[in-house]
């Protein structure tokens, strides 16, 4: 017994409205993630197709598919901005192309259902296709998380073809004049909608735990000011970095760096400038290191930087590079341009050298204040024997 099409429409549509209010409240309660408004908007989109589609006839069919495959594209837009973590800029241009190009073409053929129903078929399978794409391009280390969106969108559009292709092929629903004459297709696409709401509202779910663990677990590891590691995250990846090194024979090298008379900066200008110059300095350390090298601020106008697989002449090539390079950096602090310089020493492990994190920092340490004695703005190597002399009216 095939159930009544008009039933399972008002079915989907209390599912849809269900699923909606769970989106909204996460969305309430979640404001930094821009992409449950969007998940909640495109379903909130569905009802109204699915209400129009239960009085047709005599409400016209076309526009029910318009709004429906437009819910689809909004679900899609959702997706494009958890990918990129905020809002995509030209949203509402794109949507109103969207449905002046599916709106015109379901105008053109209101006249023949099958055509109709073709269209809407497989302008869903090209949703479908292009929202599991996103969640590709997402690169998401959760591999179930990723396998499921991906079986969900693609069961959904799966049904779909399989309708398309019946319309498109069958001579027994070439001529159908109503959603109800061709009730053993529609049913299943019904079915499996409410299906596929439910396992998307709990997918958006996750998607959404998962970001608020992605941001908790940044705001324990970053520094708020330069979004370098903090020196708890720092110490824990460079001690397992170090011990790698130490079991392949491989060299590791430490840069500890100071800003030249970081205090005078904050003194003269306040601190706000002294901020702004902090942030350029990090944006700095990021355009000339590797992916694989650490960066942190250490404290203060501190920072640090551990260099996997680096030798001391490696190490001492690059800091050199940095600090050429910053001195050069003009600061815009808003009422005038600055000039700063960089101390900066240098320590490394060669192979078979036991020591631990700690001692690594501290030659470095001794280093750097034997640069700033020297007279700032040049980068020192730790030597055996150094160590730390006065220093009074250095810093």
Request: glycine residues 6%; hydrophobic residues 50%.
């Amino acid at each position: 017994m095939t159930p009544d099409i008009s039933t399972l429409m008002l079915v989907l549509a209390l599912t849809t409205v269900i699923s909606v209010v769970g989106l909204l409240v996460a969305s309430f309660l979640n404001r930094q993630i821009v992409a449950i408004r969007y998940w909640a908007g495109g379903l909130t989109v569905f009802i109204p197709g699915l209400l129009w589609q239960v009085f047709s006839p005599p409400l016209p069919l076309w526009i029910s598919a318009v709004i429906i495959t437009q819910a689809y594209f909004i679900l899609w837009w959702g997706t494009r901005c958890y990918r990129f973590g905020q809002a995509q800029p030209q949203f509402f241009k794109v949507m109103l192309l969207l449905c002046l190009i599916q709106g015109s073409a379901f105008f053109a053929f209101q006249d023949s259902l099958r055509i109709s129903i073709m269209i809407h078929s497989a302008v869903v399978v090209g949703a479908c296709l292009v929202t599991m794409l996103e969640a590709v391009l997402m690169r998401l280390r959760q591999r179930a998380l990723l396998l499921a969106w991906v079986v969900l969108w693609g069961a959904h559009a799966t049904v779909y073809c399989r309708r398309f292709l019946l319309y498109a092929l069958d001579p027994a629903y070439a001529e159908v004049t109503s959603m109800h004459a061709a009730s053993s297709v529609e049913a299943v696409n019904y079915l499996e909608g409410i299906a596929f709401i439910y396992g998307f509202s709990l997918i958006c779910f996750i998607f959404t735990t998962l970001r608020l663990q992605q941001a908790l677990r940044r705001q324990a590891t970053r520094d708020p000011l330069t979004d370098l590691l903090n020196r708890r995250a720092f110490e824990e990846t460079s001690t397992r970095l170090l011990a790698q090194a130490r079991r392949f024979r491989r060299p590791l090298s430490v840069l500890l760096m100071d800003l030249d008379r970081f205090k005078s900066i904050n003194d003269q200008h306040g601190h706000k400038a002294g901020d702004l110059v902090l942030q350029a300095f990090a944006g700095h350390l990021g355009r000339h290191l590797r992916a694989t090298d650490l960066s942190c601020r250490y404290g203060g106008e501190e920072f640090v930087v551990l260099l996997p697989d680096t030798d001391l002449a490696q190490a001492r090539e690059l800091s050199e590079r940095v600090r050429e390079a910053w001195q050069r950096v003009p600061l815009d602090i808003g009422t005038t341009n600055l000039a700063a310089t960089v101390s900066i020493g240098l320590a490394s492990v060669a192979q078979g050298d036991a020591h631990v994190l700690d001692d690594l920092i501290e030659r470095a340490d001794h280093a750097l204040y034997r640069a700033k004695q020297l007279g700032r703005n040049r980068s020192h190597v730790w030597q055996e024997g150094l160590r730390l002399a006065s220093f009074e009216n250095v810093v």
